[in-house]
Every structure is written in structure tokens, then in C-alpha cells.
């Protein structure tokens, strides 16, 4: 298995830029606030294809007629999400994505589970998912993992 490499949106001089200090700074809520959906774009899948497009093995796997894998993190009760872009996924000609979750039925409670099972921290601070009560730069010990 491949080393995991953690991509960040960032600022143009190379800081990282969370989503909570998006909306700290603009005075607004996350987009789905509004009816719309870019914080995954902006956050997570942008820094992503960033990422991958200045990552020479994934050059060598397209070079190769191949295609980059993509994990995706959908639980098993998100399938309406999977469903919507299966299309899309097929036509996409640089990435293969899978979505474990869904494959092995498992739901949030499952995760949160295998999260903790695992000592593993459920959230580590920096995105749009802290728990109910946390405030905003609370960041648990361990917050090196995840987030």
C-alpha cells in the first residue's frame, strides 16, 4: 500500500486554507448553507487534482493508458450520492474511483466503530465535519490523523 500524502487547499503563498477559516474570514456559512455545493470541490477534490497532476506516478499510470485509482469515503447510506455521478466516474478518463464503504455495507456507525476500534480519532479538526458542540479550533490530542 502506498504512503497516504494529506492535500490541503492553500493559499496562494502556500498556507493551508480550511474551510472554517474560509467562512471565519468571508463572515458566511459553508456553500450547502446556501444551496449549493463546492466546499468538496474547493476542498477536497481541487488540492486533489493538483495534487495528482504534479505527482509524476500518476503521469506514468495515464502515460500507460491507464487510470489513477481514487478512493472515495461515500458511507453505505449515501448510495444517492454514488448513484448521481456513476456516468460521470465511467466517462472520466484520468481516475478509476471505488467507494470501499459502500462495497462492504458500511454506514456511519460502522465507520465511527472501526474509526474507534482502531484508536483512531473521529475528527482531527480543520473541515466542515466537527461534531455537534465542538468549536470552531477545537482540535483533539491526536490531531495529526484525519481531518
Not at 466542515?128 to 490530542?141: F, Q
Request: charged residues 25%.
Amino acid at each position: 500500500m502506498p504512503e497516504i500524502t494529506r492535500v490541503y487547499k492553500t493559499t496562494k503563498d502556500g498556507r493551508r486554507l480550511t474551510l472554517e477559516d474560509e467562512c471565519l474570514k468571508s463572515g458566511t456559512l459553508p456553500s450547502i448553507a446556501y444551496g449549493f455545493k463546492r466546499c468538496s470541490l474547493k476542498h477536497k477534490i481541487g488540492p486533489q487534482e493538483k495534487f495528482c497532476n504534479n505527482y509524476p506516478p500518476c503521469h506514468e499510470v495515464w502515460a500507460g493508458g491507464k487510470k489513477v485509482v481514487k478512493f472515495i469515503g461515500y458511507d453505505a447510506g449515501e448510495h444517492y450520492r454514488s448513484d448521481k455521478i456513476l456516468l460521470r466516474d465511467l466517462a472520466d478518463p484520468k481516475y478509476s474511483k471505488w467507494y470501499p464503504l459502500m462495497e462492504w455495507g458500511w454506514d456511519r456507525e460502522a465507520c465511527v466503530r472501526a474509526i474507534e476500534a482502531a484508536g483512531l480519532p473521529q475528527y482531527a479538526g480543520g473541515g466542515d465535519h466537527r461534531p455537534a458542540g465542538a468549536l470552531p479550533g477545537s482540535v483533539p490530542a491526536r490531531a495529526g490523523i484525519g481531518g
